[in-house]
């Protein structure tokens, strides 16, 4: 039973990380506006199209569109910990831990997720916020699509920012709120996963490429 789970984390591993590929493949494939009878355009959206649909659902009115990179996040949460409770299940079932020592590996691996997910979404916000601040400089027509959705994420992060800072010719309040962000990725995020690495040590397993920061 042990053997069994061992090698279900590791196939889990990889299966999950294959899928996220094939989901940033569709992401891209929708920039260049493929032809979707092209069968591996096809098999592609094909695979993809339920969780990318299923975030869509979940996802509130436009935040539905930014349902794929919803999708990434909750991959990147799963290739952690999916596979980190099916090692620890196998820790256990070959008796190398106990019953009482359970808690503390899985809910390491929970929070592992959660800071690969935290680490990612922060470097996605600096990003939006850095290219809103060089977009601010060129002053661009607010009706291109890209100019409003860039507009849409930054807007709430950045106007409380504004509201404290004095008025100036060049607005840094999304460098700023960007440096925020960092500082928490560097602060915040990297305790967490130091500790999440703490409680799973009991459950480690080299042979395993968990996914680090």
Known sequence: MDVALSLLSRVSYWALTLY????????????????????IVAFVNRMTAPLWNGMARVLPGRWRLFASYAALLLLMFLIEFVPGVLLTGSY???GRIGADALASPLAGFFLRGVAVVLYNFCYFL????????VLTLVSPAVNNPVVRVVYFLVDPIITPVQRLLPRMRVDLSPLIAAGVFLAINVFVVSQLLAY?????AIA??????????
Do not use: C, E, H
């Open 196 to 200: 999440s690495f703490a409680l799973t």
């Open 92 to 94: 256990y079932a070959g």
């Open 126 to 133: 600096i990003l939006v916020l850095v290219v809103w601040f």
């Open 20 to 39: 996220l590929w094939m989901m940033i493949v569709a992401l891209l494939l929708t920039w260049v506006a493929p032809d979707p009878r092209n069968p």
């Open 204 to 213: 480690a397993d080299p042979g395993l490429p968990l996914q680090k920061l």
